[in-house]
């Protein structure tokens, strides 16, 4: 009797922890991982169609910036961020646009280029199924168009009574071009492993904010505010259209943002109460060092009118301009600068969406007439070929003890 009590008590305590098991498992395989991948007919460009209401502010980037074709043809694999994606983070831009006084803004409105360096970033070469990254320090992949590094890791975590029976999910990481993981910014897809014909998607979770919190920050603006430019307008410095044309950028034009965004400077106020620009002139709640109006005159390079330089500059500072390619061509840009340090030799270069386009470019202390407001200092890059589009010009002091006034963009074919 107490052994067929034993029996039925032991068969009773089985059955319940076959059931326990069974309850952990899910009919999509999300708790535990059997690698029974989800199947689409169709690209992966056709699957996001195929889910309205879920992905159409993912399919309109995509369309804008012309990966329609890496998402059909290419062997990619993609974490696709959903509409709640976008929606928080241009929610979140908005409320920062209305504190600051600014109008709305809206996908439709965000530049392509910095549009393009994000969405290719969600969109990684190679086919990469989730026991792919199974990896102690997960699997490094190289994002679309610029390489970019990013790493995915398989996490399992462990359901009650079930080592690794929890859900599966991807960590994703943007690397910042960083080894050290500390400086890495994650977030995880939870559902993974649908295949397509011509790659793999993971889906990422919606809590995750479209370009990893980076696209909410502040990004530069043209300067509204200008005394140099036609009144009423407030976009960005145009390069000339046709041969041989030229346009005038005043660098004291630099692009809105503040620090870290429209310019870089390394003597920063030890309060914010404290204006940063050591010249004190025209645009004076900004750091960067503005000096008093110099005269008008005429050179090689034509005519400039009486404005303000940029000085007190040093190693490593920078300086942003939006700028709109309207036809695509070769250009050279010529710097007017002065300088009235010492004999060493001063050099800069000037950037184009933060790839150096001009290499470096050298100048010395002229022997007569230097002086830090006399801008009788020239000095013109190579030919650059530009594309036709949007571009955020970066000009970078590679030394200091020099200033600049104004450049001038030619088209030369």
Known sequence: MKHGKFFKANTILLLLVIMSISACKKVDGDYVHTN??????????DYLKSKPGVFDSLLHVVDLLNLKPTLETGEVTLFACTNASFEQVVTKLNIARSLAGKPRIYLKDIKR??????????IVQGKHIADSMALINGLVMSGARYSFPMNGKLNTSTATGQLKGGPVVIVFSNTQKSIFTRDWLR??????DIKTSNGVIHILEETHPFGFGEYSKPSPEPYTLSKFRPGGYTGPFVFPSVVNGTVLMESEDFDSGGQGVGYFDTTLPATPLVSGNAGGNYRIDESVDIEAPHAAATDMAGYFPSSHGIGSSAAKEWLIY???VPEEGDYTITTRASSGGNN??????????FKNLTGPLSFFKPAVNAGYNNYNILVSSPVVHLKAGEYLMRFYFETNEFNITNFVVKRVN
């Open 322 to 324: 939006s700028v709109m």
């Open 36 to 45: 029974t991948t989800k199947v689409f007919t169709g690209t992966t460009y």
């Open 187 to 192: 977030t995880t897809a939870n559902a993974v």
């Open 113 to 122: 280029n910095l549009l393009d360096s994000i969405v290719c970033k969600y």
């Open 344 to 353: 060493n030799a001063k050099s800069f270069h000037i950037e184009f969406n």
